[in-house]
C-alpha cells in the first residue's frame, strides 16, 4: 500500500503571503497526486489533479508541482477564504490514499 | 447540476448494521465509477471503496473489507453502501463521490454533503 506523508501538519500565515505544502508518496505515483481543499463542516473540494494540473473554478493562485514521489501545493497571495485544511491523495493505484492534512490557519 | 445527496446516516449500536444511500442527479451515475470514502470526527480522510460504472467491479480498503458492500442502481441514479458488523472506529461522515472519468487516474470531483454514521451503545 502507498503511505503519503504531508508536511507540515499546520501552518500560520497571513493574507497576502505565499505557502506551499509538500507531499510524499512511499513510492512513485508518477503523476497520480491530487489536492483538495476541506472547510469545517463541509466535503472536500478537488482543487489539482495529476499533480498540477488545476481543476475549473479555482483561482490561478493555486498551483501544484512534483512528480514521482515529491509533491509540492504552492498558494500566493493568501486570501481570507484560502484558510482551510489541505489533503493530498495519490490517484495510482488502490487502495486510494490520503495524506494526514495540513491545517492552513491565520497567523 | 451535479448533484450528489447521501441518506440513512444514523445511531446504531456495535455490531449492528446499517445502509447509506446516495442519490446522483445532474449527470449520467452509469458512466462514472463512484466511491465511498469517510472522515472520522476531527480526523482525516479514509477511503473506503470504489464501484465501477457497471457495478462488476468493486474493491474496499481492509479496514471494511468482509464487512461493508458496495452497490448501485443505474437505473435509479442511486449508490448504496451496507455496512454490517459495526464497530466503534466505524464512527464517521460518509462521503459520496464521483470518480473523473474518462481519466486514468483516481480522483473525486464531486463530493456529497456526507452523511453521518455512529456507533455506539
Known amino acids: 500500500d502507498i503511505q503519503m506523508t504531508q508536511s507540515p501538519s499546520s501552518v500560520s500565515a497571513s493574507v497576502g503571503d505565499r505557502v506551499t505544502i509538500t507531499c510524499r508518496a512511499s513510492?512513485?505515483?508518477?503523476?497520480?497526486l491530487v489536492w483538495y481543499q476541506q472547510k469545517p463542516g463541509k466535503a472536500p473540494r478537488l482543487l489539482i489533479y495529476d499533480a498540477s494540473t488545476l481543476q475549473g473554478g479555482v483561482p490561478s493562485r493555486f498551483s501544484g508541482s512534483g512528480s514521482g514521489t515529491d509533491f509540492t501545493l504552492t498558494i500566493t497571495s493568501l486570501q481570507p477564504e484560502d484558510f482551510a485544511t489541505y489533503y493530498c491523495q495519490q490517484a495510482d493505484s488502490y487502495p486510494i490514499s490520503f495524506g494526514q492534512g495540513t491545517r492552513l490557519e491565520i497567523k | 447540476e451535479v448533484q450528489l445527496v447521501e441518506s440513512g446516516g444514523g445511531l446504531v449500536e456495535p455490531g449492528g448494521s446499517l445502509r447509506v444511500s446516495c442519490a446522483a442527479s445532474g449527470f449520467s451515475l452509469s458512466t462514472h465509477t463512484m466511491n465511498w470514502v469517510r472522515q472520522a470526527p476531527g480526523k482525516g480522510l479514509e477511503w473506503v471503496s470504489s464501484i465501477s460504472s457497471t457495478g462488476t467491479f468493486t474493491v474496499y480498503a481492509d479496514s471494511v473489507k468482509g464487512r461493508f458492500t458496495v452497490s448501485r442502481d443505474n437505473a435509479k441514479n442511486s449508490l448504496y453502501v451496507q455496512m454490517n458488523s459495526l464497530r466503534a472506529d466505524d464512527t464517521a461522515t460518509y462521503y459520496c463521490?464521483?470518480?473523473?472519468?474518462?481519466?486514468?487516474?483516481?480522483?473525486?470531483?464531486?463530493w456529497g454533503q456526507g452523511a453521518l454514521v455512529t456507533v455506539s451503545s
Open positions: 463521490t464521483r470518480e473523473f472519468q474518462p481519466h486514468t487516474g483516481r480522483h473525486f470531483d464531486y
Open positions: 513510492q512513485d505515483i508518477s503523476s497520480w
